[in-house]
């Protein structure tokens, strides 16, 4: 089932989301996995809308969810009132009211958050258990490897008054299969697990799925993976493509050689050449680094399915296209482009704005029709 906006047709661009191949990635990595995935759902659900993701993949049966914010566990929580919904970022001081009121489990990663955690919960307050997360290699968040050894060989005292139900660590290479830091992880990892027989554990996230003799433990945590994007560089996508944006051209024009197009005139025209303005810009989540210049390659749209590249700077609002190779007739008033489909999938889009498809999908706008397809 498609749901349109009730002001279809009002917005300058579209972004279309298919519910039933986010649920199909789901259930691919979890068959991959051999053991239970959940999903990473922060910052909104990777730009295609905590409700709907979480709802759709609540449906098929996820039952753990990740998030980084309180603001996001809320959000998930009002979706999936069943469902056990971690906060990655951990716990902020005098936050434990919060995660009672709306049965939220926090990600403790320091000996001062196990603190305020297990002295919240000795006041009697209804909480949902708690995960603990331990550092391995990102130096981030977590609690050091030995810290985490120490707390097992207590078996009482704070750790067992912080009432934890899961054991999580997080990868730093796994895109990389030949990083020798994986395997340092992985053996860290184990080490952790072993003191804490007792405990459920989590380790794999998108690319994790796909390294070898990696243990799956209990629960995955897949995020990027779920939204289409590769988890495995380099080799074909094992994914399906998730989203789909087209944006519409308000107007063509032919410019002599010669001609400066743009902000500054940073891309000068070689020959005459046929320019098409679409409704899209940085606004819009396109990084302004998928300008076109004279001396710099960018973006591409799609037009009737030829390769069009961007000129001169992207704009707040629109961007320029070069379309004197499309078809004729294809680049006219009205028509649709495509900015993400097709050959110009995540990580394409991600190298031609210079950065990589994680930041393409978060970063999708609100000014987009949105259609959801499916869930």
């Known amino acids: ?18 519910l039933d191949a986010l649920v199909s990635n789901w259930r691919l990595l979890g068959k991959r996995a051999g053991t239970e995935a959940g ?21 098929a049966g996820c039952r753990n969810f ?24 951990g716990l902020l001081p005098g936050s434990g009211g919060i995660y009672a009121e709306h049965e939220l489990s926090p990600v403790l990663g320091s000996h001062e958050e196990l603190l305020e955690w297990a002295s919240f919960r000795q006041t009697g307050a209804k909480v949902r258990p708690a995960a603990l997360h331990v550092d391995t290699a990102m130096n981030r968040l977590g609690l050091w490897p030995g810290e985490g050894l120490n707390l097992a060989r207590e078996k009482s005292g704070t ?72 988890p495995t560089p380099g080799r074909p996508n094992p994914m399906q493509p998730v989203i789909g944006l087209e944006a519409t051209i308000i107007q063509t024009r032919e ?22 303005t679409i409704c899209l810009g940085y606004a819009d989540g396109y990084p302004r680094n998928g300008s076109w210049t004279d001396t710099i390659t960018g973006g591409s749209a799609l037009v009737a ?5 961007f000129v001169g700077s992207v704009s707040m609002d629109l961007i320029i296209i ?12 009205g028509a649709s482009v495509t900015l993400i489909g097709g050959p110009l999938d995540l990580e394409s889009v991600g190298a031609g704005a210079k950065t990589i498809g994680y930041e393409i999908l978060t970063s999708l706008g609100r000014r987009y029709e949105r259609r959801y397809l499916g869930g």
């Not at 410019?255 to 050449?273: F, I, L, M, P, S």
């Open 66 to 89: 990740f998030v980084a914010h309180l603001s996001e566990g809320i959000r998930a929580r009002k979706v999936a009132p069943g469902a056990t919904v971690y906060i990655l970022n």
């Open 1 to 18: 089932m498609s749901v349109e906006s009730p002001e279809s047709g009002a917005y300058g661009a579209t972004l279309t989301i298919d």
């Open 322 to 333: 070069d379309v004197t190779d499309a078809p004729a007739g294809a680049a006219q008033r």
């Open 39 to 59: 999903a990473v759902v922060k910052a909104d659900a990777y730009g295609i809308g905590i409700e709907p993701a979480v709802t759709a993949l609540s449906r």
């Open 255 to 276: 410019v002599e050689d010669g001609t400066q197009v743009g902000y500054n005139g940073r891309w000068t025209a070689k020959g005459k050449r046929k320019l098409a």
């Open 305 to 309: 399915g030829v390769a069009c590249p």
């Open 159 to 230: 750790l067992a008054a912080a009432d934890i139900g899961l054991l999580m660590s997080h990868f730093a290479s796994s895109e990389d299969e030949a990083d020798p830091a994986n395997a340092r992880q992985i053996a860290a990892f184990a080490e952790i697990a072993a003191v804490f027989p007792e405990l459920p554990a989590s380790l794999l996230n998108s690319s994790g799925h796909f390294l070898k003799d990696c243990p799956s433990y209990q629960l995955t945590r897949p995020g990027y993976a779920l939204y289409g994007g590769n």
